[in-house]
């Protein structure tokens, strides 16, 4: 039996954010990033509007990039000394997904992290508050999907929490907070979303019902990204739909290895943080050139919505040049040596990432098997920019 889940109610377009005046309970709490929703007047309009609603509001703020799991046990302590019956998250990936964890927490104070860990294990939500998410970015798509990525520092590893349970109830998509994103962060959501939306097609999990959504997201994103990075708005808000149909597609036939080794890299280095879609934009063509050893048709099938011709062993080498002249225009390495990452701790820490890797949630629904041995060599191809030939 397979499933398929959504948000009740998905709220797109330019002033959506006023939805929140129309939501009913009596306490809201809201969860924001380090300020950019305060700085640009959209913080101080939602607290407008849910107060319009005849709520009292809290605020916690400053969840900080890829939220900790000291930040989500903060927040719901908070949640549990306010007992909001709405939690309202608002910002980019991180508050939104930390938000999600903190549901969890607030809801039962007695779970661990541990028990959280394990896909698709949580308990049944919704016993104390609802939940809605607007994205102010245009990649993560956590605004409609079952997913939440929370760090463990002290660890250096990248948790993806997994449960339909924690898929909001109200995801609003209002391209006006995605307007004040900066050109960097532009390139790297757009480039998530196109990862997002790849990896579902592929996936052993990809149905007649994730595919159209898949699809669409990568023909929206090859059309609107570069022209969104440029600063265009239109662009801007056709990459804030495409993402969430790319979230809507991989929420429900889940990713593939780009993921899991994203994941797993992210905080692994001291020469500093990657960030995910700069991760997944740098691993993607690698990981297509890898997959397709075990079968090109979907990957060819992509190639062909986008307009690209030929044999569909063309058209995988054709789909990973064009992901490449993509990577090049945005500003994104082609290489995990270009990016900066120290040869000597990459040499001495790729065994255990790639086995961490191997072990990723993500791992399991992508196309073709891969061993530790073999990521670790995958790993090395993309630090040096070897063609992946195995």
């Keep these: 039996m397979a499933r398929f889940t959504l948000p009740r109610d998905i709220y797109y377009g330019k002033g ?10 009596k306490k809201a709490i809201i969860v924001v990033g380090g300020g950019s929703m305060n700085r640009f007047g959209f913080l101080d309009k939602a607290v407008d509007y849910l107060k319009e609603a005849g709520m009292e509001v809290q605020l916690f703020e400053n969840v900080e990039p890829d939220p900790s799991v000291e930040t989500v046990m903060r927040g719901a302590e908070a949640m549990r000394a306010f007992e909001p019956d709405w939690i309202i998250s608002m910002g980019g990936g991180s508050p939104i997904d930390a938000a999600k964890a903190m549901w969890a927490f607030y809801e039962y104070p007695d779970t661990t992290f541990e028990q959280l860990i394990t896909p698709f294990n ?3 939500l919704r016993q104390k508050a609802k939940f809605a998410a607007i994205p102010s970015t245009s990649g993560t798509a956590t605004e409609v ?4 990525v929370i760090t463990d520092y002290q660890k250096g590893i990248k948790y993806p929490l ?3 349970n924690i898929t ?5 998509v209002d391209p006006t907070l995605a307007e004040t994103m900066p050109q960097k962060l532009t390139a790297h959501t757009g480039m998530d979303a196109l990862t997002h939306a790849i990896e579902a097609y592929v996936s052993t999990l990809h149905s007649p019902f994730t595919d159209p959504l898949a699809i669409k997201a990568i023909q929206m994103v090859f059309d609107y990204l570069p022209a969104s990075y440029e600063g265009d708005m239109n662009a801007r808000e056709q990459m804030h739909y495409a993402q969430c149909l790319a979230g809507m597609a991989f929420s429900n036939a889940l990713l593939g290895i780009v ?3 994203a994941h797993k890299t992210g905080a692994a280095f001291s020469t500093g943080h990657i960030p995910h879609g700069c991760a997944n934009a740098i691993y993607l063509p690698y990981v297509i050139r890898y997959n397709a050893k075990a079968g090109t048709a979907r990957y060819a099938d992509i190639a062909h919505a986008i307009g690209l011709t030929g044999t ?7 789909l990973c040049d064009k992901i490449s002249d993509y990577n090049k225009k945005l500003g994104i390495p082609a290489t995990l040596k270009e990016f900066g990452i120290n040869e000597a701790e990459f040499n001495e820490k790729v065994a255990k990432i790639a086995e961490l890797a191997v072990g990723d949630a993500c791992t399991g629904s992508n196309p073709r098997q891969i061993t530790p041995a073999e990521m670790e060599k995958l790993f090395r191809c993309i630090y040096n920019g070897t063609r ?3």
């Design 162 to 164: 997994a449960d339909f």
């Design 312 to 318: 569909d062993e063309e058209l995988v080498e054709k």
């Design 16 to 25: 959506t954010l006023e939805v929140l005046k129309t939501l009913k309970g």
């Design 388 to 390: 992946v030939e195995f």
């Design 122 to 124: 949580f308990p049944e």
């Design 259 to 261: 993921h899991s080794m």
């Design 168 to 172: 909001p109830d109200v995801a609003i």
């Design 145 to 148: 999907t079952a997913f939440s």
